[in-house]
């Protein structure tokens, strides 16, 4: 069982930056390949970004490329959300998840991650 903690949310004005951070703890997982998502009110569930537990293969939906960064150390077992220049249209609930496939493919797929955390609340004003 792993067990995810996100942080690092809050207000923000547009253009701004933020850096959210989510601590596992229980089994380890750094052979886990781990995802951001996010939830607008009134939305679906959306995929952000994923890393391998490598750290040498990232993805990212289009719509936050070249503004967020995502990264981990595996030491601290955290993984972070590096979102720079933020958009009003970027405010949600902000998910960390894992897949504890082990498979080293950054996945976009909800379905491929079987760990969620509680959530952190982002909101941007314009």
């Known amino acids: 069982q792993v067990q995810l903690v996100e942080s690092g949310g809050g207000l923000m004005q547009a253009g701004g930056s933020l850096r959210l951070s989510c601590a596992a703890s229980?089994?380890?997982?750094?052979?886990?390949?781990m995802g951001w998502f996010r939830q607008a009110s009134g939305k679906e569930r959306e995929f952000v970004a994923a890393?391998?537990?490598?750290?040498?293969?990232?993805n990212y939906a289009d719509s936050v490329k070249g503004r967020f960064t995502i990264s981990r150390d595996n030491a601290k077992n955290t993984v972070y959300l590096q979102m720079n220049s933020l958009k009003p249209e970027d405010t949600a609930v902000y998910y960390c998840?894992?897949?504890?496939?082990?498979?080293?493919?950054?996945?976009?797929?909800?379905?491929?991650?079987?760990?969620w955390g509680q959530g952190t609340q982002v909101t941007v004003s314009s």
């Open positions: 229980g089994r380890t997982f750094r052979p886990y390949t």
């Open positions: 890393i391998t537990w490598s750290g040498r293969s990232t």
């Open positions: 998840a894992a897949d504890s496939s082990c498979a080293p493919i950054s996945s976009a797929a909800e379905q491929k991650y079987d760990y």
